[in-house]
């Protein structure tokens, strides 16, 4: 990490690979994000509602509870563990391929600091787009539960929305936008690690994208324990 958190040689090379790494890790994950909350918000206010259904508890009950577990941690934590799958292989697989096809070794002949140069643009650009991930995970959590609702007759749509709306505490959003910074900087780090020290043929990048994977999931729990000890006691 002291080699990759070096000076890029030429910045202007650095802000170029920075954007196709956004549009690589981040942009690209759109989809999956979209789909995934739909579906995972969808889901939770039939669980909520089907679970809290009672006449001692008010109806807007629902909408409240699925908000909170979005905010707190759907939006961040498991999102981050779904895209450790998707980009930390997609990372671990790519630099893996080039140390064993003995590219990263042509650059290091060349003088140039491999570790900075294909390491620094993804850690950076997966951070900057890292919450524009978790707003969009937000939003479509939230329309997944309106869709119940609407077309359903589990719960009156005002009611869910009402629940949405009520007691809203915005230090949340902003709680689920740190961890997410934190973890993106664990999936992309871990997963270059495990793909810049293969050792062996295509078989061994293909282990080392598995173990980026189990590792960054490993210490993505792990940092959720402490940093929510940190920013909600």
């Known amino acids: 990490m002291t080699r990759v958190m070096g000076r890029p040689d030429r910045f202007r090379t650095f802000l170029k690979r920075t954007v196709d790494e956004v549009t690589k890790l981040g942009v690209d994950s759109i ?39 979005i905010l707190l941690e759907f939006s961040n934590s498991i999102l981050c563990l779904i895209l450790a799958g ?11 391929t080039m140390r064993v096809t003995e590219q990263i070794d042509a650059l290091d002949i060349m003088g140039i600091n491999s570790a900075n140069f294909l390491v620094l643009p993804k850690v950076v650009g997966f951070l900057i787009f890292m919450p524009v991930l978790v ?8 329309l997944g539960g309106v869709f119940i609702a609407a077309f359903t007759d589990l ?18 959003v902003w709680y689920g936008l740190i961890k997410s910074l934190f973890f993106s ?24 994208s598995t173990n980026a994977v189990v590792a960054s999931s490993i210490l993505i729990l792990f940092a959720d324990v402490i940093l929510t000890k940190l920013l909600l006691q």
Do not use: H
Request: glycine share 8%.
């Open 185 to 208: 900087v664990i999936i992309t780090s871990v997963a270059s690690f495990y793909g810049y020290y293969v050792k062996g043929g295509s078989l061994d990048v293909g282990k080392a």
């Open 155 to 172: 719960i009156p749509l005002n009611q869910f929305i009402y629940g949405i709306q009520t007691m809203f505490q915005e230090w949340y």
């Open 31 to 69: 989809p999956l994000v979209i789909i995934i909350s739909l579906f995972i918000g969808a889901v939770m206010t039939i669980q909520m509602q089907l679970n809290i259904s009672s006449p001692l508890i008010p109806s807007y009950s629902t909408g409240l509870a699925t908000r909170e577990i």
């Open 86 to 96: 998707k980009v930390g292989s997609n990372i671990a697989s790519e630099i893996g």
């Open 135 to 142: 707003l969009f995970c937000i939003f479509t959590s939230f």
